[in-house]
Each structure stands twice: as C-alpha cells, then as structure tokens.
C-alpha cells in the first residue's frame, strides 16, 4: 500500500474525510470520502480523559461540535496553555468518551462551507476504533486497501498531563492487525521526538510534518533552536530520514507564492526528499479560492496537475473526487 517514487500515482489522502462535503473528522465524512475514490482516510487524534484516542481536529472542541449548546458541561469550560498559545473552550481531555458522545459535530469554517452546516448536529465525534472498522469493512466491501493516516496531535502537551498518543495508538493499530513497513497506515506528527521515539517500537511508515513557518513545538520545550525550514534542506532531510519515510509538506514549500499570490518557481525540496529516500506528501488541496494561489482561481484540478508535475507521491484533499479525477487526467 505504500507508494514510492518510482513513477506510481500518488496517493490520495482525505483531509479529516472528505471535509469539504461533510463536517470534517466524522464517519460520515470518511465513508464519502472512500466512495470518492480515496486511498487513506486521515483522522487528527486526541485523547479523552478516560484515554480513548478521539478524531477532533483540535482537542479544544468549540469549532467542531455543539459543546457551548450543553448546560450540563458549562462548569468544564476553561483556558488553558497548549503548544504556548492561550486558548479558551472545552478540551477533550476533560471528557469522558460517554460525555463526548452525547456531543454533535459541526462544520468548522461555515462561512466559507456554508453547504455543510445542513448537517450540523447529526454526527457524533468518532473514536480511532470506529474509523478503522469503516475503513475494514469498506475495504473489504470495495475489494481494495483503505488505509489509515493518523496524526497525533499536540503530543508533547498531551505526554505533559498523562495522556501520552503514542502507546494507545500502537496498542490499537498492533490489535487489527497493522504490522510492518507495507502496512496500510502512515502515522504523522509535526513535533520529531515523538516519531523518533516511535521509530524505535514500530515498522509502520512514519511522516515527519513540515510547515511553513515556525518550529516543532518540541524542539521550542527543548531549546533546539530548528526550525520546520531548517529540516526541508537536504541536510535535515537526511536526518529525517533516520527516523521516518516521508515528508508531508506545506504546499507554500515546494511551490512558495508571492505577494500577490501568484506561484513562483518550485523549489528542489521533492529532488531533495527523494535523494534522501523520503516519500513526498503535500497538503492541503482545496477547491475554494480563498486557498488557491492566483494562477488556479476557480481551477482546482489544474493546481493538482502542476503538483503531479514535480514528482510529489501524495496529495491531503478536502475533495478527494478531484484528486481522483485529477489523477485520472494526468499522464504519468
């Protein structure tokens, strides 16, 4: 199931589902995402106060349920510190799973997806379990792989207050059966000690997140003073590579924009990546203007096409039909 980059099509990831048609992070925008034509159905992992592994995007659940809507969990709003930044809301740390079931989710951004809010209030918030059963059963129903592509969220803080991802998540994948490099899973995190640690205690394919700007919030609570651009040179892609087997970028970083949002030439991070054996996955395609640069405006499918151009082995779509399409026009 793992790709390489030896002249394979890329791998189509569905971004929280296929979130730009459901409310992202819920079966229901997994299961559409499957029927779209997806490869890996990608849930964001947070834990509960009971230690449950949970999809929500962010563990503050405010944008992406109707927590504010439940009078009984009023007392459990609060701020607290999480990656250095003060946020205000509902964590999920602070739930039990039974609680958090009795919540329903909502589009995050309804201004902007504003077709999405018609679901608003019907789905509940999934655990990692019920998301592998999906992808089980439709995969077996289909008649190929759906893999899985989790990402552990904020693990440095969640290791802080005993609720560490790393070892419920392998217990889980070690339970259906998940074992070894060509297994259907990628597991991803943009903090590095935690895959690093990882790589020691797994097979399973490792994805070392790189953003745009800023620093993996480990190496700020460790005193490295690295940032996300100093590990896309070639020299901290070999050093990646120690410990994962692909990258998965901001898009910005292999084709940067300028000040008026037009696309500037790429850069020699794919070439690099793949001289360092790193699989290449690129984040986050989306059909709205408001994310594509200037010269696809209303033209989404062409923005895949010059991605698939420079070699990329993956793409995280909100719409994976248009990736699917996407790939089925393109000559590779």
């Avoid at 201004?111 to 999405?116: A, E, G, H």
């Avoid at 759906?146 to 609720?163: N, Q």
């Amino acid at each position: 199931m793992v790709k390489t980059f030896t002249g394979d099509r890329p791998i189509i990831i569905a971004h929280r589902g296929a979130s730009g048609y459901r409310p992202e992070h819920t079966l229901a925008a997994y299961e559409l995402a499957i029927a779209l034509g997806t490869d890996y159905i990608e849930p964001d992992l947070v834990s509960t106060k009971d230690g449950v592994l949970i999809a929500r995007h962010e563990n503050e659940i405010s944008q992406t349920t109707d927590v504010a809507n439940h009078p009984e969990f009023s007392h459990l709003q609060t701020t607290k510190i999480i990656d250095g930044e003060a946020k205000n809301g509902w964590f999920t740390e602070d739930f039990t799973l039974t609680e958090l079931k009795t919540l329903r989710a909502k589009e995050r951004i309804p201004l902007m997806r504003t077709q999405n809010t018609q679901y608003d209030g019907l789905f509940e918030i999934p655990t990692l379990q019920e998301i592998i059963d999906l992808a089980k059963l439709k995969s077996a129903e289909i008649g190929r792989n759906i893999g899985i592509y989790p990402e552990t969220k904020h693990p440095t803080y969640f290791k802080s207050i005993g609720l560490s991802l790393e070892e419920p998540l392998l217990e889980i994948l070690q339970a259906n059966d998940y074992r070894g490099a060509n297994a259907p899973v990628f597991i991803q995190s943009f903090e590095v000690s935690n895959l690093q640690a990882l790589s020691t205690k797994t097979d399973l394919p490792l994805v070392q997140l790189l953003n745009i700007s800023g620093q993996p919030y480990d190496f700020i609570v460790n005193g490295d003073e690295r940032t996300y651009a100093d590990l896309a040179t070639a020299s901290g892609l070999r050093e990646i590579a120690k410990y994962a087997q692909a990258i998965g970028i901001h898009k910005n970083l292999l084709l940067p924009r300028d000040n008026i949002n037009k696309l500037r030439s790429p850069t020699s991070l794919v070439k690099d990546a793949h001289i360092a054996s790193l699989l290449v996955h690129v984040w986050t395609f989306r059909n709205e203007d408001f994310f594509l640069p200037l010269d696809f405006q209303g033209n989404p499918q062409e923005e895949y096409k010059l991605f698939f151009s420079l070699g990329i082995d993956g793409v995280f779509s909100d719409y994976p039909d248009i990736a699917k399409q996407a790939i089925l026009d393109f000559r590779f």
